[in-house]
């Protein structure tokens, strides 16, 4: 069992930059994949960036290429997105999710465990 609390939301101008931290509890954090996802009002949750367990295989959504970094540190728990460039189209619910597939995968059904999201708002 994984428990994941997110936090960093809030709201910035466009153009700014937000990170968002992702806590897990659990002694076997080091052993699940790790996704970011986000809902925006009226849409379906859409995955934005994930990371294999170990490290080697990661993911990225086209629309945030080059803006968004994420990265772990597996002594601390916890999962980070370093979102650069906001856009009003960038506003959302973040959510972070861990899998215990072995291979990352990039849609919700593939991921166990949510936390319960922050909210992001870019103004114009």
């Known amino acids: 069992q994984v428990q994941l609390i997110e936090s960093g939301g809030g709201l910035v101008q466009a153009g700014g930059s937000l990170r968002l931290s992702c806590a897990a509890s659990?002694?076997?954090?080091?052993?699940?994949?790790m996704g970011w996802f986000r809902q925006a009002p009226g849409k379906e949750r859409e995955f934005v960036a994930g990371?294999?367990?170990?490290?080697?295989?990661?993911s990225y959504a086209d629309s945030v290429k080059g803006r968004f970094t994420r990265s772990r540190d597996n002594a601390k728990n916890t999962m980070y997105l370093q979102m650069n460039s906001l856009s009003p189209e960038n506003r959302a619910v973040y959510y972070c999710?861990?899998?215990?597939?072995?291979?990352?995968?990039?849609?919700?059904?593939?991921?166990?465990?949510w936390g319960q999201g922050t909210q992001v708002t870019v103004s114009s």
């Open positions: 659990g002694r076997t954090f080091s052993t699940y994949c």
């Open positions: 990371i294999r367990w170990n490290g080697d295989s990661t």
């Open positions: 999710a861990a899998s215990r597939a072995i291979v990352l995968h990039t849609t919700a059904p593939g991921y166990d465990y």
